[in-house]
Antibody, heavy 120, light 110 residues
Framework: QVQVVESGGGVVQPGGSLRLSCAASGFSVSSYAMHWVRQAPGKGLEWVAFIRSDGSNKYYADSVKGRFTISRDNSKNTLYLQMNGLRAEDTAMYYC?????????????WGQGTLVTVSS | QTVVTQEPSFSVSPGGTVTLTCGLSSGSVSTSFYPSWYHQTPGQAPRTLIYSTNTRSSGVPDRFSGSILGNKAALTITGAQAEDESDYYCVLHMGSGIWVFGGGTKLTVL
C-alpha cells in the first residue's frame, strides 16, 4: 500500500532552519518524481519543490528558491526538504506528494502533512 | 507572474450538475498543461480527482469528469452529493519543472 508520512515540523524563529522528512512505503522514491506542497493557514495550496525520479534535476517555486533544498535518500526511501532562512510567510502545513507515472505531471499520493510555524 | 484562476466559490443543489473552471491570467489552458484537480475538506490532506485533463484517479466516482472547455480546464460534477462539499484546486504544469495551483473553489452543496 502506497503511503507517505511527513515529519520534522515545529516552531522555529525567523532566520532559523528546519529539515522535513517524508518516509515512503509501498514504492521507491527513486522511481517516481516527488514533490513538496504547502498550505498556509486558511489559504490555498502552493507547490514548493520537485525532484525528478532519476534525481537529475530539482526545481523550486520562486518564493523558496535559494533557501530550500529538496533531496532524497534512496537507501532510507525518504524525501527531505531542508529549509533555511525561514520567514513568517513560510508558516504552513507542508505536504509530501508522490508524482504520477512518467509523463503525467500530477500529485498522486499525499501525506497528512507536517506543520511548520515560523515565529519569534 | 503566471496566475491560475478559479472561481472563489460555487454552489450546487444535491443531484445537480456543476462545472468548475481553471484558467490562466494570460493565455489559454490546453492539454499541454496537464491540468489536474484535487479536493480537500477542512483539516484533511488533499486528494486527487483528475489528472492529465480527464483521467480519473483510482477510486474516484464517475460523477467527476475533466475536460477542456474553451480556453480553460474544467471539472464537472454530475449528480452532486452532500459529501462533495469541499474545496477544489486545479494545478497546471507550466513546463521546466514548475507547477502552479489555482486559488481554489469552495463548493457548497445545498
Amino acid at each position: 500500500q502506497v503511503q507517505v508520512v511527513e515529519s520534522g515540523g515545529g516552531v522555529v524563529q525567523p532566520g532559523g532552519s528546519l529539515r522535513l522528512s517524508c518516509a515512503a512505503s509501498g514504492f521507491s522514491v527513486s522511481s517516481y518524481a516527488m514533490h513538496w506542497v504547502r498550505q498556509a493557514p486558511g489559504k490555498g495550496l502552493e507547490w514548493v519543490a520537485f525532484i525528478r525520479s532519476d534525481g537529475s534535476n530539482k526545481y523550486y517555486a520562486d518564493s523558496v528558491k535559494g533557501r530550500f533544498t529538496i533531496s532524497r535518500d534512496n537507501s532510507k526511501n525518504t524525501l527531505y526538504l531542508q529549509m533555511n532562512g525561514l520567514r513568517a510567510e513560510d508558516t504552513a502545513m507542508y505536504y509530501c506528494a508522490k508524482g504520477g507515472e512518467r509523463g503525467t505531471y500530477y500529485f498522486h499520493y499525499w501525506g497528512q502533512g507536517t506543520l511548520v510555524t515560523v515565529s519569534s | 507572474q503566471t496566475v491560475v484562476t478559479q472561481e472563489p466559490s460555487f454552489s450546487v443543489s444535491p443531484g445537480g450538475t456543476v462545472t468548475l473552471t481553471c484558467g490562466l491570467s494570460s493565455g489559454s489552458v490546453s492539454t499541454s498543461f496537464y491540468p489536474s484537480w484535487y479536493h480537500q475538506t477542512p483539516g484533511q490532506a488533499p486528494r486527487t480527482l483528475i489528472y492529465s485533463t480527464n483521467t480519473r484517479s483510482s477510486g474516484v466516482p464517475d460523477r467527476f469528469s475533466g475536460s477542456i472547455l474553451g480556453n480553460k480546464a474544467a471539472l464537472t460534477i454530475t449528480g452532486a452529493q452532500a459529501e462533495d462539499e469541499s474545496d477544489y484546486y486545479c494545478v497546471l504544469h507550466m513546463g521546466s519543472g514548475i507547477w502552479v495551483f489555482g486559488g481554489g473553489t469552495k463548493l457548497t452543496v445545498l
